[in-house]
């Protein structure tokens, strides 16, 4: 796990580089002798610029057994959520707020969770009820209306 | 001394049916939440944020959220007692000897003794709460720019070392926090910053949606890694009545486990987590029978049960009267009053006494509902443990995108919320404590202001920090400072040792 910390502390110390970056070309350190709007954000980011070295150096041993950030394809669930919740934003404003979450929830139950098509359909049918009834109904919320509902 | 006329004030707005219904519908959620391992009571309150600003009233929403925080508490000792699964973080101690009870049949009394521990405790610290909440509330008002700025410090150093495995981790997080807090509009100057040319980050980021990124996209995204466990619940629950000789060991527990609590709960940082922990190793320590410790100890559950109830509570205290949360709930209960225009801190007594007290009364109700829940409903909550997790997840993700939609009709946030939610898991991979980044970014406007007033104050000197014509803030830096140090010192004397030996 020490390779996979040292890459957070490059990623760390990137982060840290841009900070400073804007701070003192973007913003003002001071302004009329007194803190600017880059004064904080500069401190910040040379802070994290120290403790991403220091998470570099304290993981800098090579680790006695490789152990694998994600075992046995343990990246295909979360990485196929991330894509469906994907979906379900790009397809928002045009089909419509009930309409995506029926998708999102049937697509969750049938591609994550290999569950049979009559109870993905029949949860995310009752789901998108429930937030068209919550959030539109009772809480007012003013969502999208899209292609569908 | 007790202001009993805002104990009065304080009953008067509980009672109030609708504050009551929602306090039972807190107490109940927060049962089911701590009950349901993979939600937390944070992701909870973060969920139910866009749903807190459509409430009229703040003291309405704040009750609510706090019969999360603290009803989490309790229901979180029910999967630790009978599956050997923490429901909840600072029931991760319960499993030791709670689940080994129940292999020897004995689920019942030591679910019974949990909650009933549980109740006492909780009952202490809102007692305690009521008692110091006020006068320190007062003190609180001599704290100035420099003061705040001190505070701040300490206790976001408190929580990143208190809080997690890892100082170092916790502290750079911390630093993200505080960096993140910082994209959008300088509230000082009006500067816009780190917009990168994108119109929609020239408003601040939105509590909710780092929020709910964080701890509810970036929990479900980590639960999804593990194939459903099939949790197969099979733990008869008989008599869930302790028996008075289980009283009589449990008693002193119960007792040490309140005081334990209380203090370590008003540090930030400290918590339900560690006060557990804390009353675990104290438990076996003074127990005339430490063997036992590991084997079924009703002690090993009735301290920890107790203490991180009335750490739930007392951990109120700095949020109400500092205006200084110290865990990623209170944070949240934070951010909440920050919603509904109410700046927590020790204006909040004197501006929104009703809000102050109206809470902390809701408290003591929701311990009695809370015992009455858990006692002779437990068997009840143990069916919860029958949902699948499978249709779990797809709901609460549901939650999270139309929840974060609601709060500024905002497609953008959705995204935010979605990139949190990777970093989010991406972070815990790498044990990252995310806590501390959720507190920096609550604190850092706070402490931003502070420091850029301060500075104002001694025309840019930082001796105004130290400064024994500011002794508050003298006190408080020079605690951070020796904490650091202490810190720093005993590791290296850890190491030193690990060398020699």
Redo the contacts between chains.
């Keep these: 796990m020490n390779s996979w910390q040292r890459v957070a502390g490059v990623v760390l110390l990137i982060v840290a580089g841009v900070v400073i970056q804007q701070s003192l070309f973007v913003l003002r350190l001071f302004d009329q002798g007194q803190p600017g709007s880059g004064f904080m954000p500069f401190g910040l980011g040379i802070l994290l610029a120290f403790l991403a070295c220091l998470i570099i150096v304290t993981h800098r041993a090579r680790d006695a057994k490789r152990v694998p950030f994600w075992p046995s394809r343990a990246w295909l669930r979360p990485l196929l959520a991330v894509i469906i919740m994907g979906v379900y934003i790009v397809a928002f404003d045009d089909l419509g707020a009930v309409t995506s979450v029926v998708i999102l929830v049937t697509a969750w139950l049938l591609v994550l969770e290999k569950k049979r098509v009559w109870v993905a359909v029949f949860t995310g049918v009752s789901t998108g009820l429930v937030v068209y009834l919550v959030f539109e109904r009772l809480l007012m919320t003013p969502f999208p209306r899209g292609l569908l509902f | 001394m007790l202001d009993f006329g805002g104990v009065l004030l304080g009953f008067q707005v509980a009672f109030n049916p609708v504050n009551l219904l929602w306090c039972f519908i807190g107490s109940v959620l927060g049962t089911a939440v701590g009950v349901l391992p993979g939600l937390g009571p944070a992701a909870t309150i973060a969920l139910l944020l866009p749903?807190s600003m459509?409430m009229g009233s703040p003291v309405t929403a704040i009750i609510l959220m706090a019969g999360i925080f603290y009803g989490a508490m309790y229901g979180g000792s029910t999967t630790s007692i009978l599956l050997n699964l923490p429901g909840e973080a600072a029931s991760v101690v319960t499993c030791i000897d709670g689940y080994q009870m129940a292999r020897k049949g004995r689920a019942g009394p030591a679910l019974g003794v949990a909650a009933i521990g549980s109740f006492i405790a909780g009952t202490f610290g809102v007692v305690g709460m009521t008692v110091m909440a006020p006068p320190l509330a007062e003190f609180a008002l001599k704290f100035g720019p420099p003061e705040y700025f001190s505070l701040t410090v300490l206790g976001l150093l408190l929580a990143t070392y208190l809080a997690g495995d890892s100082p170092?981790?916790g502290?750079?997080m911390a630093?993200?926090g505080?960096?993140l807090g910082?994209v959008g509009l300088?509230p000082?100057?009006g500067?816009v910053?780190?917009d990168f040319g994108v119109p929609d980050l020239q408003s601040n980021i939105d509590f909710v949606t780092i929020a709910m990124g964080l701890f509810g996209?970036g929990e479900?995204?980590?639960n999804?890694?593990?194939s459903?466990a099939a949790s197969i619940l099979t733990t008869k629950i008989k008599n869930v009545f302790p028996t008075l000789a289980d009283l009589a060991r449990s008693g002193w527990a119960m007792v040490r486990g309140a005081l334990i609590g209380f203090v370590v709960g008003i540090l930030p940082g400290g918590g339900a987590v560690l006060s557990s922990l804390i009353s675990y190793a104290i438990e076996k320590k003074v127990s005339k029978h430490p063997e036992e410790f590991g084997h079924g100890a009703i002690e090993g559950v009735a301290g920890p049960e107790a203490a991180n109830n009335s750490a739930a509570s007392s951990s109120f205290i700095p949020l109400l009267t500092l205006g200084i949360p110290g865990n990623a709930s209170t944070a949240m209960i934070f951010a909440a009053l920050l919603i509904h225009g109410i700046t927590p801190g020790p204006f909040l007594l004197k501006e929104h006494a009703p809000v102050f007290w109206g809470v902390i009364a809701s408290m003591y109700i929701g311990n009695v509902m809370l015992l009455i829940l858990n006692l002779p409903l437990v068997g009840m909550w143990a069916q919860l443990l029958r949902v699948p997790y499978?249709?779990m997840?797809?709901?609460v993700?549901?939650l999270t995108?139309?929840g974060v939609?609601?709060v500024n009709?905002s497609?953008f946030d959705?995204?935010v919320m979605?990139a949190m939610?990777?970093f989010g898991?991406l972070a815990r991979?790498?044990k990252?404590d995310l806590g501390p980044l959720l507190l920096a970014f609550v604190l850092g406007p706070i402490?931003?202001r502070s420091?850029?007033q301060a500075?104002?104050m001694s025309h840019?000197s930082f001796g105004i920090f130290v400064s024994p014509s500011r002794p508050i803030s003298a006190v408080l830096m020079a605690v951070a400072i020796l904490f650091v140090l202490g810190n720093l010192w005993a590791a290296y004397r850890a190491k030193q040792k690990a060398a020699a030996a």
């Design positions: 749903v459509k170092l981790k502290l750079t630093v993200m505080l960096i910082s300088d000082l100057s500067a910053r780190f996209v479900i995204l980590i999804l890694e593990q459903e499978a249709f997840a797809p709901l993700m549901i995108l139309v939609y609601s009709n497609v959705i995204w979605l939610g990777i898991y991979k790498l990252f402490m931003e420091l850029r500075l104002l840019g």
